[in-house]
């Protein structure tokens, strides 16, 4: 659970900061080992020669287009900046992309790539800067979070790497972000972007994502939908009508039935109102661009929604409606992006930043040492509560009032959280192990040899209080038997206090996969027996906050609910479900207010005492 939550929420950030993307070509370019001694913090810096920007990318390869990438490699490696036009967009633009790459090599063979991660730029020359100063500071804003963002995105992937090899595990896969970017509009009125982005977090697939932004070219200002559309209900219509699923053959005669028009039209409704729709404005008309999972299941693919200025002009505010005709034909208005260089790292030297001891964990205990406790698992079908257990609390003893709420699917926690002078809980996102003022908990997820386990120490890591055998959690029923390798259990979070220790466990992939995920577990620490499970799909963020007489937590997932609950601590049993927009991640208390991270909207929240 928890490295998807990474996988899904480092795509949509770097596919936000590739908004304003240098754009991937869509076909498949080698990247080159970084020779030279130049280059950003976060990779060297390929200025890309644009004199052959009118070529397709299938010709990009020859003639004229081939000698301007030439040119362009030899001039970026000397400090110079290629330009090139942009249609009806008077001046030039220069495309790049920071990239950064860590690679492991085992004894005997040759390395291949370990985490990878790329973020694209784009900005004015000097002159068109001066015409349009508003656009070009916008781009440069970007640019400059799109490289510190990039940074954060390898982070994370060398996290999740990083806490496998501490098991012992090794990768026989990389983790990545990969986008391709393309211009769809760029001219006096606006300058519009489409951005793939193809990710891999280690999770049960491979992931899609689309992002778009609009300029206006005059302003620098980021244009919405109310922006660019006058009545949002028409658009919605408009939007269902004209769906299509990109990936299926035509001549397979699919259509959506009357259930998948009403599903896919309340998330449309949902996105409109929520300001997060993704989409592009071309010469002719409008795309908007829907993920796999997004409207329908992962199998159908993406799906569009393309219409015409021209088919429905009372939709459109007139300011932003192309006033010409594109002079060049399709396919030659718009540049492709250069091979980049990459920076490279040996294992010795990510293995270097761990340490020692978390380097390779094979603590397995034999159930002979004092203080080693199998914890039971009762039955997989429902909750649990010990004999003598009575809970008398039907409600939490406080009031939660919303105070306010900004969605932001581009933000990530970790920067936000610096910006604002907050520490995120701590937790087992990045290792092993982790601290809090009372204890120190350190996990062993080993569920590839058949072990699950959780050490209890003091704060200082001196006294040692237990250690705890989950490994009955391993197996529950598995719906699908095909998702098997997906479901695999792992603990996710620990906290104890006044003798129970309290831990979360679930899996990384779909509930449907397998719906006994998400739970949490109250086990008395003096003898490890079970004292409650919680009802599942209740606590899959990176923690859950321990109260007097109650514990906050919180589920969500794609295509799942998302919901923070208030738990008994007691018993385990809900007292209080409140929606949120997206699945949530982190739970921080700040004096009398909760803040709430979720996929892409921060919440805060009141907490006051009936």
């Not at 301007?68 to 633009?93: H, N, P, Y």
């Not at 932004?213 to 949002?232: A, C, M, P, V, W």
């Not at 003096?526 to 599942?536: M, V």
């Amino acid at each position: 659970m928890r490295k998807n939550n990474i996988s899904k929420k480092m795509t949509a950030i770097l596919t936000a900061v590739l908004l304003l993307g240098s754009l991937t070509a869509c076909g498949d370019k080698q990247p080159v080992p970084h020779t030279g001694d130049g280059g950003s913090e976060a990779g060297t810096v390929v200025i890309d020669d644009m004199q052959g920007a009118g070529q397709s990318g299938e010709a990009a390869g020859a003639g004229q287009g081939s000698e301007a990438s030439d040119a362009g490699q030899t001039d970026a490696q000397q400090g110079d900046t290629q330009s090139g036009t942009i249609t009806e967009l008077t001046g030039k633009v220069t495309l790049f992309s920071y990239e950064t790459e860590e690679t492991l090599t085992y004894e005997g063979g040759a390395p291949f790539p370990y985490a990878y991660a790329v973020t694209p730029g784009l900005e004015l020359d000097e002159a068109s800067a001066a015409q349009y100063p508003k656009l070009a500071a916008a781009l440069k804003s970007m640019n400059e979070d799109n490289q510190t963002l990039s940074k954060y995105a390898l982070a994370n992937m060398t996290g999740v790497m990083n806490e496998d090899l501490s098991y012992g595990m090794e990768p026989f896969y990389s983790c990545y972000e990969e986008a391709h970017a393309s211009v769809t509009r760029a001219d006096a009125q606006v300058l519009s972007f489409l951005v793939t982005t193809d990710s891999f977090y280690n999770g049960a697939h491979p992931n899609l994502y689309y992002n778009s932004r609009i300029y206006d070219s005059q302003t620098g200002e980021i244009l919405g939908i109310g922006d660019i559309f006058k009545n949002r209900d028409a658009l919605i219509d408009v939007i269902v009508e004209h769906l299509d699923p990109i990936a299926v053959d035509p001549e397979e005669g699919f259509a959506f039935d009357e259930s998948d028009i009403k599903s896919m039209r309340a998330t449309i409704t949902d996105e409109v109102e929520q300001e997060y729709l993704h989409f592009t404005m071309g010469e002719e008309g409008v795309t908007c661009h829907f993920d796999p999972y997004e409207l329908m299941y992962y199998a159908l693919g993406p799906i569009e929604s393309a219409f015409s200025y021209a088919e429905y002009p009372e939709l459109f505010n007139e300011k932003y409606v192309p006033d010409h005709s594109p002079e060049l034909p399709a396919g030659e208005r718009f540049p492709e992006e250069a091979e980049t260089e990459k920076t490279l790292f040996t294992v010795d030297e990510l293995l270097s930043s761990l340490p020692e001891e978390e380097q390779w964990n094979d603590t397995e205990g034999d159930g002979d040492d004092a203080g080693y406790h199998v914890v039971e698992c009762p039955d997989w079908d429902v909750t649990y509560l010990a004999d003598g257990i009575f809970d008398t609390l039907t409600e939490p003893p406080f009031t939660i009032r919303e105070v306010s709420h900004t969605y932001d699917e581009y933000y990530m926690p970790e920067p936000w959280a610096k910006e604002h002078g907050i520490e995120l809980p701590a937790g087992f996102v990045y290792g092993s192990s982790y601290s809090d003022d009372m204890y120190t908990y350190w996990v062993s997820n080993n569920a590839a040899n058949g072990y699950m386990s959780i050490e209890l120490y003091d704060a200082s890591g001196s006294i040692t209080y237990g250690t705890f055998d989950l490994s009955a959690y391993l197996n529950p029923p598995v719906v699908a038997p095909e998702d098997v390798a997906y479901t695999e259990m792992a603990i996710d979070y620990a906290a104890a206090r006044d003798g129970v220790l309290y831990v979360e466990i679930g899996h990384r992939t779909y509930a449907a996969s397998q719906p006994c995920t998400a739970f949490i577990l109250a086990i008395r620490i003096e003898d490890g027996a079970l004292l409650w499970k919680s009802d599942y799909q209740v606590a899959g963020a990176q923690n859950f906050l321990i109260g007097e007489d109650t514990i906050i937590c919180g589920y969500g997932f794609t295509r799942e609910p998302d919901y923070l609950y208030v738990l008994s601590r007691h018993s385990g049993a809900k007292l209080q479900t409140i929606k949120l927009h997206s699945a949530p991640e982190y739970f921080i208390p700040e004096d009398d207010s909760l803040i709430v991270l979720t996929y892409d909207t921060i919440y805060e929240y009141n907490i006051s005492m009936d």
